[in-house]
Structure formats: C-alpha cells, structure tokens
C-alpha cells in the first residue's frame, strides 16, 4: 500500500482525533466518494444523538431517521449489516416511505449506513451520503466497517470514562476483573482489552460496579456469545 | 511426615532454591515456589506472598490457593492487617489467635476466620534497609507457630528476598520497585490466563491455576509465559 492511501490517512486522522467526538465522522471523507457523513448513538446502549456531522444536511438526514423511526441507520444496526443505497431514484422497494418523502427536497442521490458494533453492543451507525448516484466498492465497503470498528471503540470509551465507580479501584476487584477479563477474550475471541472494555460497558449499561459483572462472568451468570461480524453486502 | 523426611525436604527445597539463583530464574516463579514450600513442609494450611507496589502499597503475587477466597483474605489484610503492620514496622507479627485481634482489625480477622483461618504469622522479606513485601503463613488452628517452622521459614524468606536484591544488582538497569512492579505486572497477565482457562477447560478459577502451573513445570518454563501465550490464544490447555 502508499503511503499517502486515503484510506490510512483517514484511519490516522481518527487515531489522532483523540477524544474530539464531534471530528468522528470527517475522516471518512478522505477516502470515500460521499459528500457528507454523520455519526449517531442509538440502539439498545447508548441514547439516540448525532454526535458528529460533516455538514447540515448529514446532521438532517440523522435527525429525520430518528423523527420518523425509520430509515438506512436503523436497519443497518438491527441487520448488523451494512445498508447500500447507491441510486435512491431508481429505488424500487417500498422500505421507509416517510423517510424518503421527507429527504426528497435534500437532493440525495445515494445513501449508505454502516452499522457500529463492540463485539455484542449495538452502539449506533455512520451515515453516509452523496449527491450524485455513486457505488462503494467492496473495498470501500471493507475499509468503511474497518473504521466504523475503531469509531465504536472511540465512542464507548468515550461513554464509558467519565463513570468509573470507586470500587475498581481496589487491588482484589481488580484481580476479579482481570479474571474475567480472560473469561470474556476466550468467549468472544477478542483480545483482553476489548474483552475489558465489553465487561466495562455492561457494567455502564447496567449502572452496576465493574466489580459485580466480573463476579458474575466468573461465576457464569452472565455470559458474552460472539456475533457474526457484518462484513461487505452484495448490491 | 516424620522428621527426617521433612528436614530432607526442606534441605532439598534450599538446594533448589540455590540452583535457581544461580541459574536464572523468574521472579514470581521464586515466589511461587517458596509459597508451595512452606506449604508443603511446615505446619501451615496456607501461605502467601505480597509485594508493595509503586505506590507502596502491598499486592498479593503469589498464594498458596489461588481460590479467591483466600486471596481476598491476604488483600484486606494488606490494608489493615498483620502483614501490613509487619511490612510497616519490617518486624515479624504474630497473631497466634485472631479472636483476641479482633479489635484492631475487625475487617481482617472477620474474613479470615469465615475462611477457617485462626492465627497468623507474617515476616518481613527485608535486607538490611530494603523491605520489599511479606510471606504470611497462615493456620487454622490457634497457638504459635512452632521455633522450628519460625526458623525454617525466616530462611527461606531470606534466601527468596537475597535472591531477588541480588538478581537487580546483576541487571541493575532498573530500579528495584520496576523490577518488583514487572512481578506485579505479570500477574496481571496471569489472572487473564486463569479466566482463558477457566472458559476454555471449563473449570474453576483455581483449577486452571493449576493447570497453568503443571505445564510451566513440565515445560520448564515461567508462569508468565505460559500466561502470555494463552492470552494471545497461541496457547490452548
């Protein structure tokens, strides 16, 4: 690969956004031929919000999905798929009918939503438009889920910073956590700190000690199952 | 175990405390082994190793029983507890019966006796200036431990704690609290191997402790890479 790949400089560009949440969605710019993207929290885990907006018209498009409880984001993350869409016009199925009334004046031409996913959490979708009808190649496809992938984990950890409860802070729970920690990498077949992060999620998601989900993965309470992974869907 | 026999043991378990010294060794697989020796040859139902970290404070790094239990014991007791105040005070502290420590260790002496536990007896792993942790030997019966238990023990202390003193004189590169928190690093490493194992083999925690130190030892290999491997899922047991 170049040096100067769009694709890892987009990559890089996320990598250095540090916390910048609101920066989340431009990288995908770089290397794709959309116009606008955007980036939301919705789902089983996080509250519905666009979090990061290339243009008006992106932070639109997510609005309108969330009004009208429909459109590509929300099946995208219930599909765990991506959703293409590269020629609205000629669109022939009957899928969102007020979404698609609603984004008529919008002058879109295609739309694509990608799903973002930790390993069993749904955390949201990136949303991603162009004004002219476009494709995405199964490349495209490809590197679009790769970065979504590492726009999860941005957000989660995001999320999940700001509450970190006294008790993990103790040598034993730690060494509880540690433990568990190898449980959910071995069920999941994810590295430690993802699995670390999954056990830190449930315990935000479920506003319980890290401590308490780590006793309960140890002693088979709760138990992580791998989902598949979306990869590239055929048009 | 008559008398001879563990007096062979034990000269057996300073001959091999020698050779490890000379030859190289793992810090948290001395420790390991100097846990399971006492142990095994003195009159103690279970025993373990803490270390004070970065911040000074104590970490358990080796136990004879892996079960959560016991480690939560020799944790509350480095918060509050005979090993601290051994560690602080770098004296040995006896708690022949815990009853009559109750008062000032209320949360310590609750836990360990729920686990069966009733006396103590905690040495300083300590050179000269230098104290770098405790071995706690635990009994659940009440009384002193006997002068000869307390002999053998104190050596085998002193020979685990010369061993790693001298073990950062020869790299000297770094520092000894990097060295001691690179014991503590790794047990990090360890706990997430225990669970790996704990999933995969589905058995306990414990158990697959064992499990991880059966193929150190028939590999002749560090606990620590053992663990690494069966994090990374290069290593299944």
């Known amino acids: 690969m170049m040096a100067n790949d769009p694709f890892l400089m987009a990559s890089d560009a996320l990598s250095d956004s540090g916390a910048r949440i609101s920066e989340l969605a431009r990288p995908f710019l770089r290397f794709l031929p959309v116009s606008g993207a955007s980036i939301s929290t919705f789902g089983s885990f996080l509250g519905a919000e666009t979090i990061s907006a290339t243009d008006a018209r992106a932070g639109r498009v997510d609005e309108l999905q969330f009004d009208l409880g429909e459109g590509p984001c929300w099946d995208a993350l219930v599909n765990r798929q991506p959703v293409l869409e590269p020629d609205l016009a000629s669109r022939s199925s009957v899928s969102w009918p007020a979404f698609l009334a609603a984004i008529r004046e919008e002058q879109i031409g295609a739309i694509f939503a990608f799903p973002l996913l930790f390993g069993p959490l749904e955390i949201g ?37 700001t509450d970190i409860h006294p008790d993990e802070t103790t040598t034993f729970s730690r060494r509880l956590i540690h433990q568990a920690t190898g449980m959910v990498l071995a069920q999941l077949g994810t590295s430690a700190e993802d699995a670390h992060l999954i056990i830190q ?19 088979r309470r709760i138990r992580f199952t791998a989902l598949t992974e979306p990869g590239p869907s055929h048009e | 175990m008559n008398e001879t026999t563990r007096l062979e043991l034990l000269f057996d378990a300073f001959a091999t ?106 040495i300083p ?57 690179r014991a503590l690093s790794s047990r990090i490493i360890i706990e997430q191997a225990k669970g790996v194992v704990a999933e995969t083999a589905n058995v306990s925690i414990e158990a697959a402790f064992d499990l991880i130190r059966r193929h150190a030892r028939s590999h002749q290999t560090s606990l620590s890479l053992v663990a690494q491997r069966l994090v990374t899922r290069e290593l299944s047991l």
């Open chain 1, 125 to 161: 979708a990136v949303d991603l438009y162009s004004i002219a009808p476009v494709s995405l190649t199964p490349e495209q496809q490809g590197q679009t889920l790769a970065l979504s992938a590492m726009v999860s984990r941005i957000i989660l950890r995001h999320a999940i910073s």
């Open chain 2, 17 to 122: 405390f020698a050779d490890t010294l000379v030859a190289g060794y793992d810090v948290l697989d001395l420790l390991q082994t100097l846990v399971e020796t006492c142990h095994d040859l003195l009159d103690v139902d279970s025993a373990g190793i803490l270390l004070a970290n970065a911040a000074d404070k104590l970490e358990v790094v080796a136990s004879t029983s892996e079960a959560n239990t016991l480690v939560e014991v020799m944790q509350i007791d480095a918060d509050a507890g005979p090993c601290l105040e051994c560690f602080r005070t770098r004296s040995v502290v006896s708690l022949p019966d815990i009853d009559i420590g109750s008062s000032r260790w209320p949360a310590f002496c609750d836990t360990a006796r729920a686990q069966g536990i009733h006396s103590v007896y905690a």
């Open chain 1, 201 to 219: 999620a449930r315990a935000f998601a479920e506003n319980r000690p890290m401590r308490q989900i780590a006793q309960d993965v140890i002693e």
């Open chain 2, 125 to 181: 792993l300590r050179l000269r200036d230098t104290t770098i942790g405790t071995l706690n030997l635990m009994r659940n019966e009440r009384g002193e431990l006997n002068q000869h238990d307390i002999r053998a023990a104190q050596a085998l202390a002193d020979v685990a704690t010369i061993g790693i003193l001298h073990e950062r004189t020869i790299r000297d590169a770094s520092t000894l609290r990097d060295q001691l928190q």
